[in-house]
Structures are given as structure tokens and as C-alpha cells.
């Protein structure tokens, strides 16, 4: 891989005599990319401040100036300065982090010269072993010096959300990405995750990070909270022992008999409360990451193993567990294929909707049927929909693919973990987010433990995708 430094002006050949002046040149170019025109000049001084002495903190972080406590006290000082700073201001520092801590270009063309004229075994592993270590750029130990910190763990979490908002616009970080999933991957262990129940007695402290942080049903009022962890339901987390208070990701389960068709059901507070004893089946219903920094560590599905070893043997009566799932991206790739003229479905198909609808002309009767604001409050339009948007929705889970794998990135992460495509549900999510994504349409997919590596390993190696067959026959 490259030295990422495309994206740093380096410093002129005729540089200035004193320090701050190189490093106030050196600014001034690769400010430029970032801060707007209007007031510059008073921005690319303060921030020509910044950088010098960062980069005086960076030096002695290089050279490992000190012990333990001098090294604490820098880091603190370095998370300090990059809180404080703005977006273009932490790209900037970002840039400098990946050049200053970057591999030493003499030992790397040296280990790479040796690999090439290696002429056996025993001198490519020499020669491997010598790249290795010219590989083991310094940037990995400036990053996992904030491990020092209390509050190390937390800064390091939010650095990698501003890199992966940073790098669409700035590619040159990418290396630093990679040196921090590294770390990531090993901190984020799921050996070192701890699972939690959470309860309507856990700290409100906990309980507020749970109203934040819901991605798929808000949960609007403590009220609401309340009825999410009542004793027919169940709540799990997994947490890290340095970040004590955040969860990482959290999955909200209802215990029932049998498996509900609507999810504004199952967060009715006025709805009866089941006796969870008697329940035989667990459906999760939304599963939320929390963390933008940790987004691509995955350990979810590790979650909902763990989840469910720990329902069974608290309710040896559960059989079935399953989900109730949005699929967020399925009216946007219907919109799209229509305004294409894609042939969806066959001819006889669509001209059978068309009369069913009293459409002269099948090739745009979808089209203007999707087009009319409040078709579900027609019910004979509804109904003709009803039976196209079933034969659409399975053909988007199990056909429509890229890069080998299904376009819903929900279904990638259940497929994935080894479930199979289980039932698609009509109208199942009616509120205004549930028609925006996906005209109301819901799916579940359901975890047989017994089919759940045959399935993984399936959907991993040929991207197959499991389905029951009442969800295949729709594609008939």
C-alpha cells in the first residue's frame, strides 16, 4: 500500500528557517483544500498554531519521550486539541497523524528488495518477517497509546467516526482507517464483549442511551421504554469494560404465541401483556448499532447467538425465533426499476393488474398505481397491489444482488448470520417511515438452529439465499 500522502502539499525546497515557519508554509497548501475562502487568512493562523504544536507532541510521541505518565499526560493533551478542533481542522490533524507515524521508506524498499531476491523458502520467511516489521508503522502504537485514558476507548470511537465521514472526500486516510480497525478488531473482541439484560431497573443512565440510540421504531416516551421491556419482552446488550455505560448494539425481542403480522402490534402500550412462560416464540424486532465509529466491526452476529442460548434455557418453551424486519432500500429499487421500464414481472402479469385496476395500458399501469399518494386507502387498488408488491418483494430478497449479495443490507446481515427468508408480511409496518421505505412491507426471517451453518456457509460461499417456500413460490 502506498504512502498516504497524496493529499499533503509538501514542504517547499527552499524552506524557512525556523520551524514554525516550515510548518506554517507546509499548512497554508494543505489548508487550502478544506478552509473557505472568506476569513482565511485569520483561520489558516489559528490553525497554524494547532499544528505545531501537535506536531511538537507528535515528535516526542515517535520518540517515546518519557514513561507511562509523560505518555498519559500527551495523550491528553493531543485528545484535548482534536476535541476542540473543527471538522476540516481534525482532517488536517488526521493528515499529519498519517504522515508523521508513516512506515520509514528505506526499511520498507529494503524489505520489498529482499523479498524479490529471496531464492527459497527460508529467505522469502526472512524477508517476510523483515517486511513485517517495516510494515508495523508507528501509527498503530500512537493510537493505542489513548488506551492510557479513561476515556481513551471513547476518543478513539469517535476518531474513527470522523474518518469514515472524512473518507469519501479525503482517500489519502484510508491507511489510517486500516491501522485503526486493526485495533478495533482486537479491543472489540466479542471475548472481551459482555452481554447484558437490560430492565426497566437498569441505571436511567443506560435507559437513555437506549431512547437515543433506536434506529427502527423511535421509542417516543419513557412510557413507551417501559412497555419495550415489560415481562413479555426482553432487552439485550452488549457492552465493553471501557465504555461501561454505552451500549455497542442492543436487539428488542417480544414473547409470544405465534408470529405477529404488524409491528405497530407489538409496540401498542395499550396491548395486553402475554405471559412469557407460556410464549413460543421470540421475535426481534429491531436490532440497533449505536457506535458510528464502530460501524463495519461487526459483532451482531455474535449477539443474537448469545441472545438466544440465553432465552433457551430461561424459556425452554421457545421454538421459533425469528425476526420482524424492515427492508429499507426495497421501495427506493422499485421506484427506480419502474422509472427504467424494467420488465419486472411477466406480461401476462401485469396485464391481469391493469384490468384488475381498470388501467388501459399494462406497460404504465404500475407505475401510475404506485404514483397515486393514498392507494392504501383505496382497498380494490390495495388489494390488486397487495399481490404484485408480495411477488416484487421476494423477487428483490432472493434475485436482486451486487457484488454477489443482496441489495438490503438488512438481509445481508440475517442471511449472513445463517437465517433463512421466512415470510413476507403485507402492510405489516403502517406508519409513515414503514410506507416511505417500503410501501409497509415487512419481512421475517427466521433462525432454525439446526439449518443455521448450512445456511451461513451457503450464503457465504455462493451468496445462495435461503427461503421458505412459501416466500420461493412467490417467484413461480
Given amino acids: 500500500m502506498n504512502r498516504a500522502t497524496d493529499s ?3 514542504l517547499p525546497a527552499m524552506s524557512p528557517a525556523t520551524t514554525f515557519g516550515r510548518l506554517r508554509d507546509w499548512w497554508q497548501g494543505l489548508a487550502a483544500s478544506f478552509m473557505p475562502a472568506r476569513g482565511t487568512a485569520t483561520v489558516d493562523r489559528a490553525t497554524s498554531r494547532l499544528i505545531a504544536r501537535l506536531k511538537q507532541l507528535f515528535d516526542e510521541s515517535k520518540a517515546q519521550r518519557g514513561g507511562e505518565i509523560s505518555a498519559r499526560a500527551r495523550a491528553r493533551q493531543i485528545a484535548a486539541i482534536y476535541r476542540a478542533a473543527s471538522l476540516p481542522q481534525r ?7 498519517t504522515r508523521v507515524f508513516a512506515p520509514e521508506p528505506t526499511e520498507l524498499a529494503a524489505a520489498v528488495a529482499q523479498m524479490h531476491a529471496a ?9 517476510e518477517a523483515r517486511l513485517r516489521l517495516a510494515l508495523d508503522a508507528p501509527r498503530a502504537t500512537f493510537l493505542a497509546q489513548f488506551n492510557l485514558l479513561p476515556d481513551g476507548v471513547r476518543f478513539l470511537v469517535d476518531l474513527r467516526a470522523d474518518l469514515l465521514e472524512l473518507l469519501p472526500q479525503e482517500p489519502g486516510l484510508e491507511v489510517l482507517k486500516v491501522e485503526s480497525d486493526g485495533l478495533f478488531e482486537r479491543w472489540f473482541d466479542p471475548g472481551f464483549l459482555e452481554l447484558k439484560r437490560i430492565t426497566w431497573q437498569t441505571p436511567a443512565l443506560v435507559l437513555e442511551k437506549l431512547m437515543a440510540y433506536e434506529a427502527v421504531h423511535p421509542i417516543a416516551s419513557w412510557s413507551d421504554l417501559r412497555n419495550r421491556l415489560d415481562t413479555d419482552r426482553r432487552c439485550y446488550a452488549f457492552f465493553h469494560p471501557r465504555l461501561p455505560n454505552e451500549p455497542l448494539i442492543f436487539v428488542e425481542i417480544a414473547l409470544l404465541k405465534g408470529a405477529p403480522g404488524n409491528v405497530q402490534l407489538l409496540l401498542d402500550e395499550s396491548a395486553p401483556v402475554h405471559d412469557a412462560r407460556t410464549a413460543d416464540t421470540a421475535v426481534f424486532y429491531s436490532i440497533s448499532n449505536t457506535q458510528k465509529g464502530l460501524r463495519g466491526i461487526s459483532f451482531g ?7 438466544i442460548e440465553d432465552l433457551r434455557g430461561d424459556l425452554p418453551r421457545l421454538k421459533v425465533f425469528a425476526t ?26 401485469i396485464a391481469k393488474f391493469a384490468a384488475m385496476i381498470g388501467h388501459p395500458d399494462p406497460a404504465s399501469a404500475l407505475a401510475d398505481a404506485l404514483a397515486r399518494e393514498n392507494w392504501h386507502e383505496e382497498p380494490r387498488l390495495a ?42 408480511y403485507w402492510r405489516a409496518d403502517t406508519s409513515e ?23 451461513h456457509e451457503r450464503f457465504l460461499s455462493s451468496g445462495r439465499v435461503a427461503a421458505a417456500g412459501r416466500v420461493s413460490r412467490l417467484l413461480d
Fill in 91 to 97: 482532517a488536517a490533524i488526521l493528515h499529519l497523524v
Fill in 301 to 307: 452476529n455474535l449477539l443474537l447467538k448469545r441472545v
Fill in 8 to 10: 499533503i502539499t509538501p
Fill in 433 to 455: 417511515r414503514g410506507f416511505r421505505q417500503s410501501y409497509g412491507m415487512m419481512v421475517s426471517y427466521r433462525y432454525d438452529l439446526d439449518e443455521v451453518e448450512k445456511n
Fill in 119 to 127: 531464492e527459497d523458502d527460508e529467505q522469502m520467511g526472512c524477508a
Fill in 324 to 349: 420482524l424486519s424492515p427492508l429499507p432500500g426495497f421501495r427506493g429499487w422499485l421506484e427506480e426499476a419502474v422509472s427504467q421500464q424494467q420488465a419486472l414481472l411477466p406480461g401476462a402479469e
Fill in 383 to 424: 388489494e390488486a397491489l397487495r399481490h404484485v408488491l408480495e411477488k416484487l418483494c421476494a423477487r428483490y430478497l432472493l434475485r436482486e444482488k451486487t457484488g454477489g449479495h443482496p441489495l438490503d443490507h438488512v438481509a445481508q446481515f440475517h442471511l449472513g448470520n445463517g437465517a433463512h427468508v421466512d415470510r413476507i
